[in-house]
């Protein structure tokens, strides 16, 4: 009676105390993040340069002229900060885009990552000249729902990170070649199953498919630039995300990143931190425009729980995906675009979902998926392609028989240097719908209709809302409060539409 007594008080105060636990995490990170801005460095000068100014002016003090990117040729080495760091790419500059040299890969000239501990410690420097960068990260989430749910709390999630990446022509003069590892370490819970007992949709970005261990293996692979440079391969252990249907965008938030979730459910469709055997291939048809191809197995073991058993055995089928980008650079600002059409085909032989798998005439077909995605900067701060204020969204349509998600449609903002004096925050919302298969929503309504219990099959669609913060606190650290609110969680009316509050912390080192 006493137990039963004291669990009851403690779900009376819970959600007053999530609140405010929420509110004073925000009251600390609006006393840090708008004290004013870091002093220059510069690394900053480089890295935030108006547009067509040609000096950087903080704190009414005029710095020195603005750099110029370099103009490399190969892969750019420079990690990146935050979630999406494993994107690394080449800077570009603005509206000087080469020919048909496939070494500027697409997809962002991103800005430097920043160290928490001076960009000289740990032998960076000496390596760095001998082909060796390296980047450990460390990522904290925390989410909690004082409403809606099947039960109110808070869950976390962390990540450590490392990524090593090696030019070989500066190790062992082998030029145009370079090996790429990353491992992971993570741990936590997932909010979704937890509280509304649903584990098709995570709101966090971190949980999940770290498989308990010490260092997961999200991917190890070499790449290649052939014939002058005019086809890029990837090839070894490696996610389908790495090739297509991604962007740094995406990953400024925590519901989508690093590809829309109606992909990222396909068993082929590997995304971070899963991986299987692929070769991916790039072209360039002309100046502004990449064409993306490969062939990935289709294996719902992933390499296991460490993703380090890589024997073949579990092989269902290939994934062939190819994708098509036109990437304009508009006006006398170099307002940055990318629009993107892609189709895969899965040639496992996939069951139909629901009750309709009894019927072995519908059994062993093909999968199939196609997306349109887009983004384009409508207002430049700075001078890489993710300093600017950048409208975005997409839509991805699945075999809907034999896929969980039937479609998704999503839209949304992001305001990187938008505020006044914080040239390295960005603010962001975005908007996600998800449909749902056919045959297990014609199941549960089955069931519904028989009054017998749907379990967690879909009913209906389901829209998740996220708005964020992500604020540059000191050298290295981010920290993104966050907001979201679902309309029908677990695709149902029975739990009441749901607040989530959170926010995450990043560091590298």
Request: proline share 6%; aromatic share 12%; charged share 15%.
């Amino acid at each position: 009676m006493l137990g039963r007594r004291i669990n009851a008080k403690i779900a009376t105060i819970r959600t007053p105390v999530i609140c405010v636990l929420f509110v004073l995490a925000t009251l600390i990170f609006a006393q840090l993040a708008f004290a004013g801005p870091a002093p220059a460095t510069a690394q900053h000068q480089a890295d935030y340069c108006p547009i067509p100014s040609n000096q950087v002016i903080q704190n009414g003090r005029t710095l020195q002229p603005c750099p110029r990117p370099p103009q490399e040729r190969g892969r750019s080495w420079y990690i990146q900060p935050l979630s999406n760091f494993y994107f690394m790419q080449n800077f570009s500059q603005i509206g000087n885009l080469p020919s048909n040299d496939i070494a500027w890969r697409y997809a962002f000239a991103t800005a430097r990552s920043e160290h928490l501990l001076s960009d000289d410690a740990l032998w960076r420097p000496w390596l760095a000249d001998h082909g060796i960068r390296w980047s450990l990260s460390y990522k904290a989430e925390v989410l909690g729902n004082p409403s809606g749910g099947n039960r109110q709390g808070m869950d976390y999630a962390s990540e450590e990170a490392l990524q090593i990446n090696i030019d070989w022509n500066k190790l062992a003069g082998i030029p145009d070649f370079w090996t790429h590892m990353l491992v992971v370490n993570r741990a936590g819970r997932n909010l979704m199953a937890d509280n509304f007992g649903d584990s098709r949709l995570s709101l966090q970005e971190v949980y999940g498919a770290g498989g308990n261990v010490l260092a997961h293996l999200v991917w190890l692979y070499g790449e290649s630039l052939l014939f002058s440079k005019k086809l890029g391969i990837d090839y070894g252990r490696l996610p389908v995300a790495l090739e297509v249907a991604h962007s740094p965008i995406y990953c400024q938030f925590t519901t989508t990143c690093s590809s829309p979730n109606a992909l990222k459910r396909e068993q082929a469709f590997t995304v971070w931190p899963k991986s299987n055997w692929g070769i991916a291939g790039r072209i360039r048809p002309a100046k502004d425009n990449i064409l993306t191809f490969g062939a990935f197995a289709s294996n719902a073991k992933y390499g296991g729980p460490s993703g380090w058993n890589w024997a073949d055995n579990g092989n269902t089928g290939v994934l062939l995906p190819v994708e098509d980008m036109w990437q304009p650079y508009i006006g006398p600002h170099a307002l940055v675009g990318h629009y993107k059409i892609g189709y895969a085909i899965d040639t496992t032989r996939y069951a139909p979902l629901g009750s309709f798998a009894g019927n072995p005439q519908a059994r062993g077909k093909v999968r199939d998926t196609v997306w349109f995605l887009a983004d384009q900067m409508i207002y430049r701060t700075g001078q890489n392609d993710l300093s600017g204020v950048v409208l975005f969204g997409g839509y991805v349509h699945n075999t809907g028989s034999r896929s969980v998600y039937r479609s998704q449609a999503f839209g949304g903002i992001d305001a990187g240097g938008i505020v006044p004096g914080r040239p390295f925050d960005r603010p962001g919302l975005v908007f996600a719908h998800y449909d749902f298969s056919q045959n297990l929503q014609q199941e549960a309504q089955t069931l519904q209709a028989l009054h017998l219990p749907t379990g967690n099959l879909p009913l209906m669609g389901e829209n998740v809302f996220e708005l964020k913060y992500g604020a540059a606190i000191v050298r290295g650290v981010r920290f993104q409060p966050e907001y979201q609110y679902i309309v029908h969680p677990a695709a149902s009316k029975r739990l009441g539409n749901a607040s989530v509050f959170g926010f995450m912390t990043t560091m590298i080192l």
